[in-house]
């Protein structure tokens, strides 16, 4: 980052008023407390007005403090809200935080500065219950709009046995099904224009077409899309609020489930952001060997993107070819992990074993394999011309509005802006390999396809420089918070074997603080936001995914084009329910 004195100078003379408090996290990223009445000048001075601006809104989250020990003499809050910024420029996050007081305490809504603000306030508001005052929709966005109370404060039960025996009534059955009925007017849509009535049509939340359970709302004028409306958290399962009953260890099987398609990928973006709070450093080995498997599940979760994408648009037969393709590396992942979808094979401090013997042969035959196989999916797909006839021109956007939206990943590099976290802020010893960032130019769903076709090739060769340089040494750190320890070391004496034991049953007692991790996901940036209190279990764990934001941006990208091209502009997304909702 620029001279962080700097920015805060800015932000001082804008706000005429002093930063206080400077809060040092474990992560090293400026983080500054505002004032609540102060918000929104702030954040517009960082996104306008500062050398280098932070033009994304990264994140935005909050936090219930009211069981949590204040620390380092910062602001009294029973809520505190979490606004995440990003400076491509700076290449560098800046973290600005509100204290709140009351039961259900209110600020002021960002949304005339970021576009993507809407959904992330009113998750903070569904979850919370913290109001954004000026705020143009302000409901619920995961839970029912009938659920009662809001499930991140921590009176809000964190089990289904917690809150007694389900009973639908008919009462209550004919509440929930008035419930989901759409009501145009309160979405500010017009059943009526100049010249023709609008028509509403209900996509999901079972066609094939939205890859899950989703529900789009779409106002049309003939076959034209006026406007949508994306309806989520079908199966919210509370990812992040498991985080704060299973301990730090428990927790990693359910990072598996968020990007299910990305396997060991999720274990990954958690376990940077723990070891960073236990202050854990990994052997050569370890972070090689957990390169390979995430390159692995980053082409096996785009081959799945490709069938399906093909399948969307009227091809058949490639969904069959490449799933067949995406078995070969599952057949890599069990022989190694012992699972294959979910494997929950990635550990605090390294992975759970050392690598078989006989791996190499696997992979080997899989680095030969695959090269022929790319070729004929591009002259089967990209190159067919009906393919590119539902795809180029459609789904536009430039590379500022895909900045304003949050959008990263292929998606971001499909505007010609090689972005890449892999390179620019690199993790796990990505900065030892040698590897291109596909882009592309025009920012629509044909050259989002490209990126990602490219980006197989590119992950293909960071697995083979894995392959023929895998480094010697041990599979784990020797750091004590690690889970579990090596196991070699439990026979040879009795305090170790406690430690094993208790690290294993309890889990770890990860040191008070906060840390943030940010990883090159198979769909863009993930986030893990982890507070520890000095606990065996977080206090709080954000989970920031690149699929809410990408969904987010559907009506925009969808107005003025036809129901046909919404299938082409979903499947060029790559999205995931899980990533979308936790």
């Not at 989520?232 to 509370?238: D, E, L, W």
């Not at 920012?443 to 992950?459: I, P, T």
């Not at 293909?460 to 070391?489: F, W």
């Not at 009795?494 to 943030?516: R, Y």
């Amino acid at each position: 980052m620029s001279d962080a004195n700097n920015i805060i100078q800015h932000l001082q003379q804008r706000l005429e008023e002093n930063i206080q408090y400077q809060q040092k996290t474990v992560d090293e990223i400026l983080t500054l407390w505002v004032s609540k009445e102060k918000i929104v000048p702030a954040i517009q001075c960082l996104k306008t007005e500062v050398p280098q601006p932070f033009k994304m809104l990264y994140d935005l989250f909050g936090i219930d403090e009211r069981n949590r020990n204040r620390f380092n003499g910062l602001p009294m809050a029973e809520f505190t809200v979490v606004y995440v910024l990003f400076s491509f420029e700076q290449n560098a996050f800046i973290k600005l935080k509100v204290a709140l007081r009351g039961e259900y305490p209110s600020i002021s809504s960002i949304t005339s500065l970021f576009q993507n603000a809407n959904w992330y306030e009113r998750e903070v508001y569904d979850m919370f219950g913290i109001r954004f005052n000026g705020h143009p929709h302000l409901t619920r966005i995961l839970m029912p709009l009938t659920w009662q109370g809001h499930p991140l404060r921590k009176e809000h039960p964190a089990r289904a046995t917690e809150m007694g025996p389900f009973q639908l009534y008919d009462e209550l059955q004919d509440r929930e099904q008035e419930a989901l009925r759409f009501k145009p007017e309160e979405w500010g849509l017009k059943e009526h224009g100049d010249d023709a009535d609008f028509m509403f049509l209900n996509i999901g939340p079972q066609h094939p077409g939205t890859h899950g359970v989703l529900r789009i709302i779409l106002q049309l004028n003939g076959e034209d899309i006026v406007d949508a409306v994306p309806e989520i958290g079908f199966h919210h399962r509370g990812a992040e609020k498991m985080a704060e009953r299973q301990s730090w260890h428990t927790y990693i099987p359910y990072t598996d489930r968020v990007d299910y398609l990305g396997g060991v990928m999720n274990n990954l973006a958690y376990l940077l952001a723990v070891e960073k709070l236990a202050g854990i450093e990994l052997p050569d080995r370890a972070m090689t060997i957990r390169v390979m498997l995430c390159e692995l599940f980053r082409i096996a979760s785009h081959l799945v993107w490709f069938g399906t994408f093909a399948q969307d648009l009227g091809q058949l037969s490639p969904v069959f070819y490449m799933f067949t393709d995406r078995e070969k590396i599952f057949d890599i992942i069990e022989a190694i992990c012992g699972g294959r979808m979910h494997p929950n094979w990635f550990r605090i401090g390294g992975v759970a074993q050392d690598l078989p013997n006989g791996w190499q042969r696997l992979v080997q035959y899989f680095v030969d394999y695959f090269p022929p196989k790319i070729r004929e999916y591009e002259k089967m797909v990209i190159r067919n011309s009906i393919f590119k006839a539902r795809t180029k021109g459609i789904g536009i956007y430039t590379l500022d509005e895909a900045i304003e939206w949050g959008v990263t990943g292929p998606g971001l590099r499909a505007c010609g802006f090689d972005w890449d976290w892999r390179k620019k802020q690199p993790y796990s010893g990505y900065d030892r390999f040698e590897f291109d960032i596909p882009t592309a130019q025009n920012g629509d769903c044909y050259d989002r396809a490209l990126v990602r076709v490219e980006e197989m090739r590119q992950s293909l060769r960071i697995v083979k420089q894995c392959l023929e340089n895998m480094p010697a040494g041990d599979y784990k750190s020797s750091h004590p918070l690690t889970t579990p320890p090596l196991k070699k070391y439990t026979m040879q004496d009795i305090e170790t074997l406690i430690t094993h034991f208790l690290n294993v049953s309890w889990g770890p007692v990860i040191p008070d603080g906060e840390a943030m991790s940010c990883i090159e996901a198979t769909k863009g940036a993930n986030s893990y936001y982890c507070i520890s209190d000095g606990n065996t279990a977080a206090y709080r764990v954000r989970i920031r995914t690149p699929s809410f934001p990408h969904m987010q941006m559907l009506p925009f990208i969808s107005k003025g084009y036809t129901v046909g091209d919404l299938l082409s502009i979903l499947g060029s997304i790559d999205f995931v329910l899980a990533d979308i909702d936790r």
